[in-house]
């Protein structure tokens, strides 16, 4: 990460210190078993203090593709490799931390060799069926709010519940 600070003139006329910091991009991908079963992780790290539920994911790395990223990621964190893959959406976060989020779907999972994971990370593996992955976004038991609000859309507005059923059935 770095930590960037610069001097900015206010419509005042005054000036203030900003900062902000920038980091590498992320990616997360929503794994379907099937039309109405995702694979979600219950991951357990040394710096959190309890578990969570999450979908796979993590860092770009250097020189990595978003989509090169996400069939890394997915591999590590479930040991599958997925057959098709869609970028979903891509979030560009301005903020005080400026990176990109992307976040894909995944169906035609294979190998299933198991996780791959290092030592900092446990990772149990749940197939979660759609209905109760709606319930968990609704009481916000996922780790990262852009997939829970993805996953609500997908379910509640119907233009995103279309584009997501077409896609599933391969169309």
């Known amino acids: 990460m770095d930590l960037w600070q610069w001097e900015q003139r206010l419509f005042d006329g005054t000036t203030e210190t900003f900062e902000c910091v920038t980091r590498p991009d992320t990616v997360s991908v929503i794994p379907f078993l099937d039309e109405k079963t995702v694979l979600l992780t219950r991951q ?62 995944a169906t035609g999972l294979h190998d299933g060799s198991g996780p791959h994971v290092d030592a900092g990370e446990k990772i149990e593996l749940l197939p979660t069926k759609w209905d109760d992955l709606v319930r968990m976004c609704l009481k916000r038991e996922l780790r990262q709010a852009n997939v829970m609000l993805a996953v609500l859309a997908m379910e509640f507005d119907p233009e995103t519940t279309d584009r997501l059923h077409t896609w599933l059935r391969g169309q």
């Open 44 to 105: 357990e790290q040394p710096h959190n203090p309890r578990p969570f539920f999450d979908v796979p994911g993590g860092r770009v790395d250097a020189g990595e593709t978003m989509e090169a990223a996400v069939r890394r990621e997915l591999h590590e964190e479930t040991g599958h490799k997925a057959n098709r893959l869609i970028e979903w959406h891509r979030q560009e976060l301005i903020g005080i931390y400026r990176y990109e989020a992307g976040l894909f779907l």
